[in-house]
């Protein structure tokens, strides 16, 4: 019997069971159906139960808000308090057509207009190693695609198409909230020596060795390519690449508070963003297409 209880905890310190993720009511053990509709908290979700991994999609904003490969903790966070109007926070929400205030425009959402949106899924499939899918939004003369492949790891790409005949500006970043035991005593590696825009200082960095967060963090680093997030309090590592994206952006709002997030809650998530969001953006001529990538598995 003390062996069996041995083995319960391990499992449950491995996969974080009885940790309180918030979406953890809505998923069960896949039954064969892999794909199937919910709702939480006022708003549509779709539910990703399969023997690799589970997950979870809002429509709104196309967002994944929850993964869990078979026999891991969660590598997203979200937070267990959505508004009852407005963006969701946690999971990775899709940043676009813009990225923080727009630069012209004062009153028009911070982040774009994707995460505010309802977005159209135009095709599911799975097979033996996971599922794929591929979420879309058509707003004037912009069609954007994200496509996500899930089942041992984590794969998104971000691919915007442009339609009209003028060239036109686009900023843009999957903006993932990483599930962390405790932000304040995880490391991120893999950024020594880039150099970028400290968003809080107003103030050109430059990263020297280890990022480790202290009271708040927001950096735009000149660099996309493979991060490690260690985190010693759960002994994991994530192994997070942006590819070829030209910037990854590192936040955390420290003692800064968040709506509808308390402190200890928000102790729990270190974003670190895949990004094309420098001051100039990226210029799009007609039928050109932009595209972003982010990946994650656990090493």
């Known amino acids: 019997m003390a062996a069996v209880e041995r083995g319960v905890k391990r499992r449950q310190a491995r996969t974080g069971e009885g940790d309180g993720h918030p979406l953890d009511a809505l998923l069960r053990p896949a039954a064969g159906q892999p794909f199937r509709w919910g709702e939480h908290q006022g708003r549509e979700l779709l539910l990703v139960e399969h023997p ?97 492949v899930l089942g041992d790891s984590l794969s998104l790409e971000l691919v915007t198409s442009h339609r009209d005949s003028e060239p036109c500006v686009l900023s843009h970043a999957l903006h993932a909230y990483w599930r962390v035991s405790d932000v304040a005593r995880v490391g991120l590696l893999g950024l020594d020596g880039a150099e970028g825009r400290d968003l809080l200082l107003r103030e050109p960095c430059r990263q020297d060795g280890e990022l480790r967060v202290s009271d708040g ?16 309090g759960w002994q994991r590592r994530l192994c997070i690449d942006g590819g070829g994206n030209p910037h990854t952006v590192v936040w955390h709002p420290g003692s800064r508070p968040l709506a509808e997030v308390s402190w200890a809650e928000g102790l729990g998530f270190l974003s670190v963003q895949g990004a094309a969001c420098g001051e100039r953006g990226v210029t799009l001529v007609a039928g050109e297409q932009a595209r972003l990538h982010l990946t994650a598995r656990v090493l």
């Not at 994944?64 to 997203?76: C, D, K, N, V, W």
């Not at 990225?99 to 499939?125: C, I, N, T, Y």
């Not at 390519?225 to 260690?230: A, I, P």
């Open 52 to 148: 690799r991994c589970s997950a979870v999609f809002s429509r709104q904003g196309g967002q994944l808000l929850h993964f869990q490969p078979r026999g891991e903790r969660p590598l997203l966070w979200c937070a267990s308090r959505w508004p009852r109007i407005g963006a969701i926070r946690g999971g990775v929400p899709v940043c676009w057509p813009w990225f923080g205030r727009h630069p012209m425009e004062g009153g028009w959402p911070h982040h774009g207009w994707a995460r505010l949106s309802d977005w159209r899924l135009v095709d599911k499939q799975a097979d033996a190693e996971g599922v794929a899918l591929r979420w879309r939004l058509e707003l004037h003369d912009w069609q954007v695609d994200l496509r996500a």
């Open 217 to 232: 963090v927001h950096k735009l680093f000149h660099r996309g390519g493979r991060l490690k997030l260690q985190d010693p």
